[in-house]
């Protein structure tokens, strides 16, 4: 069975840390572009960062200079090291594979890693 499976989640509190990590399961990761999405009640899920196959790296602004994205295809993983959280950080975090050339068609979701942040 082909899927992904996100790991990492958790309670932090303001300024703290997290590091997400997604694993391809029955899947290769190294063939495709790997993206962080999430999504809290009532909002639309949304992309926050993309690694391409190649290892260029990709942020919206809202996470630039806080999140870093990086994997290691040894270990078929991509991670997402988040620093400085804030409290609009608190989501349910995904992690998707698929072709990235400024628009992200993707083939494979996980089923999600919720962060909360608070106080």
């Known amino acids: 069975q082909v899927q992904l499976v996100e790991s990492g989640g958790g309670l932090v509190q303001p300024g703290g840390s997290l590091r997400l990590s997604c694993v391809g399961s029955g899947l290769t990761l190294s063939p495709y572009s790997v993206g962080w999405f999430r999504q809290t009640p009532g909002k639309e899920r949304e992309g926050i960062s993309v690694?391409?196959?190649?290892?260029?790296?990709v942020y919206v602004d809202d996470v630039k200079g806080r999140f870093t994205i990086s994997r290691d295809n040894a270990k078929n993983t991509v991670y997402l090291q988040m620093d400085n959280l804030k409290l609009d950080d608190t989501a349910l975090y995904y992690c998707a594979a698929g072709l990235y050339d400024n628009y992200f068609s993707i083939d494979f979701w996980g089923q999600g890693t919720q962060v909360s942040v608070s106080s």
């Open positions: 690694i391409t196959k190649d290892g260029r790296a």
